[in-house]
């Protein structure tokens, strides 16, 4: 059984990796080069794919491939800043209610509990209604609206560490706060902790394609894939590649964060380390 | 456990306020005045001064929580300030359709998963146990409202099974019309929901499955089916009950998407529309029920989580 | 005057699977029937706010109420022109400065009360108060008084000639002037009276017996409102609806035409598409770069992508359907040669770069991006800033901070505002503005129509603005229904002469 499982679990890594490798090079590649300017108005309303337009036009005439290769660079670009965000302040709240004291530290975990009871598309919503519409609120906004997850496991998993032999020691002998967070503290819960990152930044990416669908995200001419598929659903039996395209590239990205999230959480497990250095 | 269930109450009613002051300052931080969702745009200065008393925003901030809580004590969601409209009514309209869509999706979402969760589990060496979960996988990864769209292309243009969007004018009272308009919306968000709930209750079962008292039970010669069905339920039911509560608010909120998809007058489309029209007292109005009702569902799990879990019941912890 | 509201309630439109709605769900909802005391079940995006023309109704209350429960001294109908409803006859004197009213005999209110002509003064009189919120407040303040000799004369003395004067009055519902509470309660002239309105939902109006005229055709009017303008297109095939009043969402009329059960009515709009330019930020104080920027916009390819087949072009501020309109679309051609050389003229051979504040709701973020793409082709770089509607008021309409914007201008005869230069586009040309006020002053149609002609080609050569396209007024209706205004002008939507199979 195990070694079957760690045999699944590394090809699932494998699997992970490769489809989030694939977003990646098409994000690298739209960087140098796209099949048409994203304003290339040329191609004709609604063109059908071919060889000039491989997956067709959008009504103002402009090549969906390129368009979807942008959004490849957007997409990566949301789950990357809003989970930085979500890292930077969750993690410092669930630190500082591990080291805090009782009362604060419940006080810090019942508001969490709150928090975390919103689903983090309507915190982000609400968010982003109180700036102008922009791809750096979009992140900013589901960045805050997922911290409170991050928070509550930090907390978790920091508290574990704070109560162990190592961490008394360190203290007894003198090592500041600062030290036994730095030294202890963020190396024993990164492992763990990267699993939720990963799915977070899978959540981050449905977060933004929904908040774009809904016509709350980042304004034109930005091509988020929930923009294009908002674009394209009204011409959908007209143009049904537009309505499929760009629904297909979000699951092989969240599909592959989530993959590369389940070998990490096998890499991450102690018991297989165990057995490892056995 | 009465004890239990007054903590958990005054819980509640504590996450309550606290919501709503962050949800009364957040608005408050809107740019814009909400008066000038009420002028036309030649409006003169006398028109805005006038609108502005309308609203309230001529008053302090103080002063205009004061009066807002003092509404909401007496459920007085206050007026749209786009339709001037009353927006409790309003409200209570749209949940005709939002809850039976949450409901129904949530239903749905149900049925599917521990449908396949637990066979998923139980078949977990066989091709289509990995299958199933396989698809598990796939499904948590889809937008909903992507599945909405292919839903409707399917059943709605191509087969031409279901309406494809819109809720009749006259709702319940054409019952047959109404439930056919919300099949979609409620498959799509059913779908993507029992994904995720399936992966939970696979693991549950699969801890059942690997359980002490299951083996015990199995020793003592109750059949497999019969051990599963008097220990398994139980046992296997606590860390799922505890994630149902927050997945019915997930599927809530799946319902303000799929409801732009599908055009259905409710809860959903209602903040969308008033998030682009800055109708603050929609938003406000929204907000609130939406907290109020994840809130609600939230303090439902934990004590029925209480109730299943024997082991809970002694300990004080409120969290979770 | 801009209705901003009207497409900021269908911008939902824009999140629907719009062409979806369409195929043929016919289940729900009896065809009901037809004859002389037939329901019609009409379709609209726009509810009324509240009942009031003067208290910010909006474009629903006009569309519900006008010409169904209250009636004006003038008709507006649906060709434009005016014709005498309640006033049988007016005359004008000499100078042009008085106009003495005639009031129709046995006219009753529907409380009973008969029509008087302190009526008539009290209804002028409320669109004129300080707290009125009436969208022709400002063309009315050329009244200087408003006498009653008798029950059945009204005379207004003017400051100044205005020789549309009795077409503003075609706006202005007579209403009992013992009436209270008109924001939730009704008391006119018309056909109809109000029935239930539930908010949200649905208005009524129900034939009125003791109508002066020839009766409704039909015995109960009901509007559905709807947010969503697919869900709209679905009540319309599935039977639940027997027309909707202008169709938003482009993307539905082709299956719509395809099911055979409808009839698409390409009427005459009066919406324009507007790149509107802040004529006194720089640089577009200089006319060139305004026709340069004119002249390098594919306006047909434009107005194809957003709206398909339908619409027209324009290349001034006036639509067919005003008195004053000739075809100036050759005036600023799509020409992108041109485009290059004014701009070179201009002094900007190596282009520049403007921020264009673009509603947020449908067209104009779409319009934007070809702008965007088109401009960039002559050398402009456009930076889309999106704005909600309320900041597009306050910012751009209000303050004049912009440099650039797109707006839908709905209004009939609204050129004249060109003739003000405080209005928000800054457009400032004093032999404009006095041509303008002089059609105002003038004696005769035929000179007024010569003088807006002459400024109207004026301010098109000067590419005062950049009229991008007439939205279409499309009403689609079921085949069992006829007598239904097609061209929607001012948003009004009489009923009375709609009859069923």
Redesign the interface.
């Given at each position: 059984m195990s070694r079957r499982r760690s045999w699944s679990r590394r090809a699932t890594l494998r699997l992970g990796l490769a489809l989030v490798g694939i977003v990646v090079l098409v994000a690298l590649v739209s960087l140098v080069w796209l099949p048409y300017a994203l304003d290339d108005t040329s191609g004709g309303r609604l063109s059908a794919p071919s060889a000039e337009h491989l997956l067709g036009t959008d009504k103002l005439g402009r090549d969906l491939l390129s368009q979807l290769m942008v959004g490849a660079r957007i997409a990566l670009l949301v789950g990357i800043g809003s989970v930085v965000i979500a890292t930077i302040i969750g993690v410092t709240i669930g630190l500082i209610a591990a080291f805090a004291a009782p009362w604060l530290d419940d006080s810090i975990s019942a508001l969490l509990d709150v928090a975390i009871a919103f689903p983090v598309l309507l915190t982000a919503m609400l968010i982003v209604a109180l700036q102008p519409p922009s791809l750096g609120s979009a992140i900013l906004a589901i960045g805050l609206g997922m911290s409170a997850v991050i928070a509550r496991i930090a907390r978790i998993l920091a508290k574990r560490v704070v109560g162990s032999q190592y961490v008394t020691a360190a203290r007894t002998s003198g090592t500041r706060t600062l030290g036994i967070v730095r030294r202890h503290v963020l190396p024993n819960i990164a492992p763990t902790l990267a699993v939720t990152l990963a799915l977070q930044f899978g959540a981050a990416v449905l977060a933004e394609a929904s908040l774009s669908y809904l016509g709350l995200g980042a304004p034109p001419p930005n091509a988020s894939w929930g923009r294009l598929l908002q674009e394209a659903q009204g011409t959908v039996l007209e143009a049904p590649v537009g309505a499929i395209a760009p629904g297909i590239a979000l699951v092989v990205l969240v599909l592959g964060v989530n993959f590369v999230a389940d070998g990490l959480r096998d890499a991450a497990d102690p018991t297989r380390r165990r057995r490892r250095s056995a | 456990m009465l004890g239990y269930v007054l903590r958990r109450g005054a819980l509640l009613i504590g996450s309550l306020v606290v919501a709503m002051i962050v949800i009364f300052v957040l608005l408050r931080l809107l740019p814009g005045d909400p008066a000038n969702a009420l002028l036309s745009v030649n409006a003169t200065p006398e028109q805005i001064a006038a609108a502005r008393k309308q609203v309230g925003s001529d008053q302090p901030l103080l002063a205009q929580f004061g009066t807002w809580t003092a509404q909401m004590l007496r459920f007085d969601l206050g007026d749209s300030l786009i339709t001037g409209a009353p927006v409790g009514p309003e409200i209570s309209s749209r949940l005709r359709v939002t809850l039976p869509l949450t409901l129904l999706a949530f239903g749905i979402a149900l049925v599917l998963s521990v449908a396949a969760g637990v066979t998923a589990a139980v078949q977990s060496d066989r091709w289509y146990g990995t299958l199933l979960s396989g698809v598990a996988q796939f499904g948590i990864a889809v937008p909903v409202f992507w599945i909405g769209i292919i839903l409707v292309w399917v059943f709605g243009l191509g087969l031409g099974w279901f309406p494809t969007g819109g809720f009749p004018p006259d709702d319940w009272s054409d019952p047959a019309g109404a439930f056919s308009s919300l099949v979609l919306p409620a498959l799509a968000i059913g779908l993507v929901m029992g994904a995720s709930l399936t992966r939970y209750i696979r693991s549950a079962t699969l801890d059942v499955l690997g359980s002490d008292y299951l083996r015990t039970a199995r020793a003592h010669g109750s059949g497999f089916g019969e051990a599963l069905w008097r220990h398994g339920l139980r046992n296997g039911a606590v860390p799922v009950v505890s994630v149902l509560g927050i997945e019915l608010a997930t599927t809530l909120l799946g319902a303000v998407v799929v409801e732009s998809v599908y055009a259905l007058p409710g809860l959903g489309s209602y903040l969308v529309d008033g998030i682009a029209k800055h109708d603050f007292a929609a938003i406000q109005g929204v907000l609130v029920v939406t907290t109020l009702l994840v809130l609600l569902v939230g303090f439902a799990a934990d004590v029925v989580q209480r109730i299943v879990d024997p082991r809970l019941r002694s300990s004080v912890g409120v969290a979770g | 005057?801009?209705s901003?509201?009207r497409k900021?309630l269908v911008?939902?439109a824009?999140?629907?699977?719009?062409?979806?709605?369409?195929?043929?769900?016919a289940?729900?909802?009896s065809a009901g029937k037809g004859g002389a005391d037939a329901t019609i079940r009409i379709g609209s995006l726009y509810?009324p706010?509240?009942l009031s023309n003067v208290a910010?109704g909006g474009q629903g209350v006009t569309e519900a109420l006008s010409g169904n429960v209250y009636e004006s001294l003038f008709k507006l109908n649906d060709d434009g022109t005016i014709s005498p409803l309640l006033a049988t006859k007016h005359e004008m004197s000499s100078d042009g400065l008085t106009y003495t009213f005639t009031l129709r005999d046995g006219v009753k209110f529907h409380s009973g009360k008969a029509l008087t002509s302190a009526d008539v003064k009290a209804s002028i009189e409320a669109v004129l108060a300080?707290?009125s919120?009436s969208?022709r407040k400002?063309s009315l303040e050329v009244i200087k008084s408003i006498e009653t000799p008798d029950a059945h004369t009204v005379k207004v003395d003017l400051k100044q000639r205005s020789i549309s004067f009795p077409y503003l009055l075609s706006y202005i519902w007579v209403v009992n002037a013992d009436a209270k509470d008109l924001a939730k309660k009704e008391d006119g002239t018309g056909p109809y009276t109000l029935g239930e309105w539930k908010?949200?939902?649905?208005l009524t109006l129900n034939r009125w017996g003791g109508y002066w005229g020839e009766k409704a055709k039909n015995a109960k009017v009901v509007f559905?409102y709807f947010?969503?303008a697919?869900?709209?297109?679905?009540?319309l095939t599935?039977g639940?609806l027997d027309l909707i009043t202008s169709v938003q969402?482009p993307?539905a009329l082709?299956?719509l035409e395809k099911s055979g059960k409808f009839t698409i009515n390409d009427g005459k709009s009066t919406t324009k598409e507007l790149l509107a330019f802040n004529d006194k930020a720089k640089p577009f104080t200089d006319a060139k770069v305004r026709q340069a920027i004119y002249s390098a916009v594919d306006r047909k390819?434009l107005l194809?992508?957003?709206w398909?087949d339908y619409g027209t072009l324009i290349g001034s501020m006036v639509p067919p359907s005003d008195p004053w309109y000739e075809d100036l679309t050759s005036l600023n051609p799509y020409d992108p040669e041109r485009s290059k050389t004014l701009l070179k003229e201009a002094g900007l051979a190596n282009g520049f770069s403007f921020t264009l504040d673009?509603p947020?709701?449908d067209p104009h973020?779409?319009v934007?991006?070809?702008l965007?793409?088109?401009l960039?082709k002559v050398g402009i770089t456009v930076k889309?800033?999106?704005?909600?509607?309320?900041?597009w008021?306050?910012k751009v309409?209000k303050n004049h901070d912009f440099e650039a914007t797109l707006q839908e201008h709905v209004n009939d005869r609204d050129v004249v505002w060109y003739g003000n230069p405080e209005f928000y586009w800054g457009y400032d040309n004093p032999q404009v503005t006095k041509w303008i006020d002089e059609a105002e002053q003038a004696s005769s149609e035929a000179e007024q129509v010569k003088l807006l002609k002459q400024a109207n080609r004026q301010i098109a050569t000067d590419a005062a603005s950049a009229w991008l396209y007439l939205y279409p007024q499309i009403v689609v209706a079921s085949k069992d229904v006829s007598g239904y205004p097609v061209n929607g002008l001012n948003s009004q939507f009489p009923a009375y002469n709609i009859v069923k199979k």
């Open positions: - | - | 005057m801009i901003l509201k900021a911008a939902a824009a999140l629907t699977v719009s062409a979806l709605a369409l195929t043929g769900c289940q729900g909802g509810e706010v509240n910010g300080p707290d919120q969208a400002s908010r949200g939902s649905t559905s947010t969503d697919t869900a709209e297109d679905t009540a599935s639940r969402n993307d082709p299956q390819k194809n992508a957003i398909g673009t947020s709701y973020p779409a934007a991006e070809f965007q793409s088109e960039k889309i800033n999106t704005i909600s509607a309320d900041e008021y306050t309409f």
